[in-house]
């Protein structure tokens, strides 16, 4: 399993950043796949899951209305896009997918917004 995240950043707020995630070694379109984020001295959260045929979707509170989680099962790919930044969402992005009770994480990327 490989999950390859890119996309990330530094945006003054307000901005916009779209993420993406590849995924390669499993069937994709099988499978539900999450964004989830950890700032310096937090913990890791969820911020948005989609399910494997993209016809539902879950937001976390403090996201919801700003950021759009998306799929395209044909080029193995989950994207986040991130509009209205404001300086709380800084954090290191993670890839998620979860098959056979094992949790698969992608390397992260930076996101950091501030003027």
């Known amino acids: 399993v490989q999950l390859v995240e890119s996309g990330g950043g530094l945006v003054q707020p307000g901005g916009s950043l779209r993420l993406s995630c590849a995924a390669s070694?499993?069937?994709?379109?099988?499978?539900?796949m999450s964004w989830c984020r950890q700032a310096p001295g937090k913990e890791r959260e969820l911020v948005a899951s989609i399910t494997n045929s993209g016809d539902s979707t879950y937001y976390a509170g403090s996201v919801k209305g700003r950021f759009t989680i998306s799929r395209d099962n044909a080029k193995s790919t989950v994207n986040l896009q991130m509009n209205s930044l404001k300086p709380d969402d800084t954090a290191v992005y993670y890839c998620r997918v979860v098959f056979w009770s094992k949790v698969y994480w992608g390397q992260g990327t930076q996101v950091t917004v501030s003027s």
């Open positions: 070694g499993f069937t994709f379109s099988s499978y539900a």
